[in-house]
C-alpha cells in the first residue's frame, strides 16, 4: 500500500507518461540543432514533469472534492490531508521513478571515443561523444555539458540517497509512522522491517553502478564480469539482511537476483566464444 486510491490514480497517470517521455541524452536526428540545446531540453524534461505532478494534483483534488459533495457522499479522511503532504509524496515518486534513466544519461555526457587511427591513450587524439560524434569532448558546448552533468549527477548519486538516509535515520523512528509522513515519504520505506527503512540507498546505489557498467564497459567480457559482481554482492546483502517485512518479498527478491545471476552471460563463455576456431 504505497498510498491512498487517489495517490495511486494520480501517480500511476505520470507513471505511463514517465514511461513514454525519453529523458534520456542521445542526440536527435536529424533536428537541426545543436548539441547543447538538445542536452538542456533533455536535462530539463524531468524536471518539467515534476512541475506537471506538482501543478496537477491539487486540480485533481479539488475535482475529486467536488464529484463526492455532488454525489453527496461523505469526503474521505484522507482528501482532507495537507496538501503539502500529498504534493511532496507524488513529487518523491516521480524523481524516483526517473533515477535509473536520468543518471544513465547524465554518464553518457562522459562516454568518448578516440578518433579512427588513434589510441585512448594519446594525449594529442581529439575524442568525439558517443553518443553524438560531431561533437568533441572537452570543448566548446560539450563543456558547458559537462558541468551540468556534474551537477546532476552530484544531485542524484549524492544528495538523493543522502536524503533518504536523513528520512530514514534512526531518530526519526518515531514519525515515520505518522500519517502525514508516511504520505510524504511512505513511497521510501513502506514494506521494509524496522531498523531497515534505508534499505532503498542500496537499491539506488546498486542502480547507479549497473548505469556505470552499462555506459562505460562495452566489451562484452568485462560488462558481463561486472554485472555479475554487482548482482552477487546484491544477493549476498539480500540474504544477509532479508531487509521487507514479509517472507515472500524476500523470497521473490532472492528469486529475482539468482534468476538474473544464472541467465547472464558469463564471462567463461565470452572468452571461449572469442577464440577462433581452428581449421
Excluded at 483534488?61 to 464529484?67: D, E, L, V, Y
Excluded at 575524442?127 to 558546448?141: F, G, H, I, N, P
Excluded at 510524504?184 to 520505506?189: A, P, S, V
Amino acid at each position: 500500500a504505497k498510498g491512498t486510491a487517489l495517490f495511486v490514480d494520480f501517480t500511476s497517470y505520470f507513471t505511463r507518461l514517465a514511461s513514454a517521455l525519453d529523458v534520456g541524452f542521445e542526440p536527435v536526428a536529424c533536428s537541426g540543432w545543436s548539441y547543447l540545446p538538445i542536452f538542456l531540453a533533455k536535462a530539463v524534461s524531468p524536471y518539467l514533469l515534476i512541475a506537471c505532478v506538482g501543478a496537477g494534483l491539487p486540480g485533481l483534488i479539488a475535482f475529486r472534492k467536488a464529484r463526492l459533495r455532488k454525489a453527496g457522499e461523505e469526503i474521505d479522511e484522507d482528501l482532507n490531508l495537507p496538501l503539502r503532504s500529498r504534493l511532496v509524496g507524488a513529487l518523491v515518486f516521480v524523481m524516483y521513478y526517473l533515477f535509473p534513466g536520468t543518471v544513465i544519461g547524465q554518464f553518457k555526457t562522459f562516454h568518448c571515443t578516440e578518433a579512427i587511427g588513434t589510441t585512448f591513450d594519446d594525449p594529442e587524439a581529439e575524442r568525439y561523444l558517443m553518443t553524438d560524434l560531431s561533437v568533441t569532448c572537452y570543448e566548446d558546448e560539450h563543456m558547458a555539458s559537462v558541468w551540468i552533468a556534474v551537477a546532476l549527477l552530484i544531485f542524484y548519486i549524492v544528495a538523493v540517497p543522502g536524503a533518504i538516509g536523513y528520512i530514514t535515520r534512526a531518530s526519526n523512528r518515531n514519525k515515520l509512522h505518522t500519517k502525514s509522513y508516511r504520505m510524504k515519504y511512505g513511497f521510501l520505506y513502506n514494506g521494509y522491517e524496522d531498523g531497515r527503512e534505508w534499505w532503498e540507498v542500496c537499491v539506488l546505489f546498486r542502480k547507479t553502478v549497473i548505469a556505470v557498467v552499462l555506459v562505460y564497459f562495452k566489451d562484452p567480457f568485462i560488462q558481463s564480469f561486472a554485472a555479475l559482481f554487482v548482482l552477487t554482492l546484491a544477493l549476498y546483502a539480500q540474504l544477509e539482511f532479508k531487509p521487507y517485512k514479509r517472507a515472500i518479498l524476500n523470497r521473490v527478491e532472492e528469486l529475482g537476483l539468482t534468476c538474473l545471476l544464472y541467465t547472464s552471460p558469463s564471462p567463461r563463455d565470452l572468452s571461449t566464444s572469442r577464440m577462433p576456431s581452428s581449421a
